[in-house]
């Protein structure tokens, strides 16, 4: 039970990177980059095809990787998403969907449809542990990984709270328009922002072909999470997204230990029920509050439509 | 007082329902020449284009831009499997277990269509995989296995070939007519204001969530009619196959390439998706590559798909669902 809780939480320090950069685009730029998930594919693929053709260690495809992501990151948003931004609310998703269907299928075409794999090349690594009293084990990698995630969710905060940059960002997001008559270049801003998210999104690729496998369809299941995560901690802040990460982490080794195939079921349900919650919160504001709200739909229901 | 009122509909409109009308007529009567390929080639275009229509009717008439139409392609096939376990003929299954879905839309639809726009697109999707997670529990189902519809094998390979042709023939046809049938009435005006503006149409009285509903379930009962018959076809139901998300790709496809929010343009795309398939389809992987970036370049470039490209020479729209207006003589239009 508690060597779950355990692995729950360093789980979700993965999932927290994943969806960072999905929350940063949506909180940022108010664009939802459905390709998220392929994107981050494509990181662990740059990494792997680094590592197993061209014999490079793991550190330094990792380090190789991660600023060739920012830079397809910067072009999409430069070449791609700003056009599709402009088009109203349906064309990202159009636009996004296609490109995560023309990734998908293009490395399928490349890499094949084999599981891959990270783990075999960093030796003891992936298989170690430390042994906590109570006979808990605990996986070095797991651990290494959500260090790994605090510190980059901690410089990104740094980086968002205390830099030129970063009030450059939280301007933009709160208003584009009057940034942008204060003298920030909103363009710019969403473009970095754009580089972070998929930097962001490649190294949690690399995180999931360090632990796992990866495939070239992997990419929608990964959005779906990272989704999940965002919805669970908030929309809009990094420490949200971390307890979301973490949250939906646990959820899914708790689900895990009812029957394997549950344990992602577990995660959707954990998704839906607090998405459910929002809505009806929502609602129950709108009519004045929780009690008054039931008070109205269970006993007052003829009365209020005669109103209406 | 001069009055404004609203114009017949153009002659050309009228040639092409007529058009229609004679080649529906003779789809129905070509089994009667045409090979075992063509047939169950047809069905499959005729499934796409009740995909595409469906699709259209929700995002581009009412603004709901889904993920997650394979939650019902899946369930309607999944319904029909279980109806035809209990002892009910096949074909009446297809139908039965569409009106089924639609109640599982019913349920559904006072969950998601209080979300946000970006929220429906991925909450759909998440529910169409959770649903999936489910039906895989099925003992019958046999997890990610899948099962066969067995009881079809008691009819034989012609008359079964021949009887779903003609049903998702008779199904496209109810489909595209109804579809016009609903436009051109009340709700379709109360649609396309809502999708224009939201706040605008309930400010004017419309039941803005009402009339989302009745789309919502409407296309929900077509995809899950259209996932039966394409179930009826192909015979074997995986839960990865039928739940799939390229379901909802394939629809948002044909109808941003034909053109959203056009009577006409989901059809169009629907037929050019179904001949790219039959040129480039041995291509596999980089022919679904290529799918992928048409969709980027049509998205960012020809947002009003094919129809755009007609209306940008200054024709006008194709059995548009615009009312036409007439003005008396001398009097002039108002912004």
């Known amino acids: 039970?508690?060597?779950?809780?355990?692995?729950?939480?360093?789980?979700?320090?993965?999932?927290?990177?994943?969806?960072?950069?999905?929350?940063?685009?949506?909180?940022?730029?108010?664009?939802?980059?459905?390709?998220?998930?392929?994107?981050?594919?494509?990181?662990?693929?740059?990494?792997?095809?680094?590592?197993?053709?061209?014999?490079?260690?793991?550190?330094?495809?990792?380090?190789?990787?991660?600023?060739?992501?920012?830079?397809?990151?910067?072009?999409?948003?430069?070449?791609?998403?700003?056009?599709?931004?402009?088009?109203?609310?349906?064309?990202?998703?159009?636009?996004?969907?296609?490109?995560?269907?023309?990734?998908?299928?293009?490395?399928?075409?490349?890499?094949?449809?084999?599981?891959?794999?990270?783990?075999?090349?960093?030796?003891?690594?992936?298989?170690?542990s430390w042994q906590l009293p109570g006979n808990i084990f605990i996986g070095k990698l797991p651990v290494y990984m959500f260090v790994t995630a605090i510190v980059v969710l901690g410089v990104l905060h740094l980086l968002l709270t205390r830099t030129p940059f970063g009030r450059a960002v939280r301007a933009t997001s709160t208003d584009a328009e009057a940034a942008a008559l204060c003298g920030v270049d909103a363009r710019r801003v969403h473009r970095w922002a754009a580089a972070i998210a998929v930097a962001l999104a490649g190294l949690a690729g690399i995180f999931l072909a360090l632990r796992a496998q990866v495939t070239p369809f992997s990419g929608p299941m990964m959005l779906i999470f990272a989704f999940e995560a965002v919805v669970i901690g908030g929309i809009g802040s990094l420490r949200g997204t971390l307890i979301g990460g973490i949250a939906l982490g646990v959820a899914q080794t708790f689900g895990g230990m009812i029957s394997p195939q549950f344990s992602i079921l577990a995660g959707h349900c954990l998704f839906l029920g607090v998405l459910a919650f929002r809505l009806m919160r929502v609602a129950a504001n709108d009519r004045g509050g929780w009690r008054s709200a039931i008070v109205a739909v269970f006993l007052h229901r003829d009365r209020l439509r005669r109103k209406a | 007082m001069k009055t404004t009122h609203i114009l017949p509909m153009p002659l050309s409109d009228r040639w092409l329902i007529g058009l229609a009308c004679l080649v529906f007529v003779a789809l129905a009567l070509l089994p009667l020449v045409a090979s075992a390929l063509v047939v169950d080639k047809l069905t499959l275009l005729f499934i796409l284009i009740m995909f595409a229509v469906m699709w259209n009717l929700l995002a581009g008439y009412a603004g709901l831009v889904s993920v997650g139409q394979q939650a019902f392609v899946g369930l309607g096939g999944y319904a029909m499997i279980r109806l035809v376990e209990a002892g009910l003929p096949p074909f009446p299954a297809i139908f039965m277990g569409a009106a089924l879905t639609g109640l599982a839309a019913w349920v559904l639809s006072w969950f998601v269509l209080r979300m946000k726009v970006g929220e429906f697109a991925i909450a759909t999707w998440v529910i169409a995989e959770a649903i999936r997670a489910v039906v895989s529990f099925d003992p019958l189902i046999q997890g990610e296995t899948g099962t066969s519809l067995v009881a079809l094998n008691a009819y034989a390979p012609e008359i079964r070939r021949l009887t779903v042709y003609l049903l998702a023939l008779a199904s496209m046809g109810v489909m595209i007519w109804g579809t016009w049938r609903l436009l051109h009435g009340r709700i379709g005006a109360q649609s396309q204001a809502i999708r224009d503006d939201e706040g605008a149409a309930a400010s004017v009285g419309i039941s803005t969530f009402q009339v989302k509903q009745r789309i919502y379930i409407i296309a929900s009962v077509g995809c899950a009619l259209a996932g039966a018959l394409w179930l009826?076809?192909?015979?074997?139901?995986?839960?990865?196959?039928?739940?799939?998300?390229?379901?909802?790709?394939?629809?948002?496809?044909?109808?941003?390439?034909?053109?959203?929010?056009?009577?006409?343009?989901?059809?169009?795309?629907?037929?050019?998706?179904?001949?790219?398939?039959?040129?480039?389809?041995?291509?596999?992987?980089?022919?679904?590559?290529?799918?992928?970036?048409?969709?980027?370049?049509?998205?960012?470039?020809?947002?009003?798909?094919?129809?755009?490209?007609?209306?940008?020479?200054?024709?006008?729209?194709?059995?548009?669902?615009?009312?036409?207006?007439?003005?008396?003589?001398?009097?002039?239009?108002?912004?």
């Open chain 2, 232 to 335: 009826a076809s192909a015979i074997t139901f995986q839960p990865r196959t039928a739940f799939g998300v390229q379901w909802s790709v394939f629809m948002l496809f044909m109808v941003l390439v034909g053109g959203l929010g056009t009577f006409i343009g989901p059809i169009l795309g629907a037929l050019l998706f179904f001949a790219l398939q039959e040129i480039f389809g041995d291509f596999g992987a980089w022919y679904l590559a290529g799918i992928g970036i048409v969709a980027i370049v049509f998205a960012l470039y020809l947002p009003r798909g094919l129809v755009g490209l007609w209306l940008d020479r200054g024709c006008d729209e194709p059995l548009s669902m615009r009312k036409r207006l007439g003005l008396a003589p001398g009097q002039t239009p108002r912004a």
């Open chain 1, 1 to 128: 039970m508690l060597e779950s809780l355990i692995q729950g939480i360093l789980l979700g320090g993965y999932y927290a990177v994943l969806a960072a950069g999905l929350s940063l685009m949506f909180g940022v730029v108010r664009f939802i980059n459905l390709a998220h998930g392929d994107m981050a594919v494509l990181g662990a693929m740059g990494a792997l095809w680094l590592v197993q053709t061209m014999g490079f260690g793991v550190p330094a495809a990792i380090a190789l990787t991660l600023p060739a992501m920012a830079a397809l990151g910067w072009l999409m948003q430069r070449l791609i998403f700003e056009r599709a931004l402009a088009g109203g609310f349906l064309i990202p998703i159009l636009t996004t969907i296609g490109l995560a269907a023309a990734l998908q299928n293009g490395m399928f075409a490349v890499f094949g449809s084999d599981t891959k794999s990270l783990g075999a090349h960093i030796g003891a690594l992936s298989w170690s």
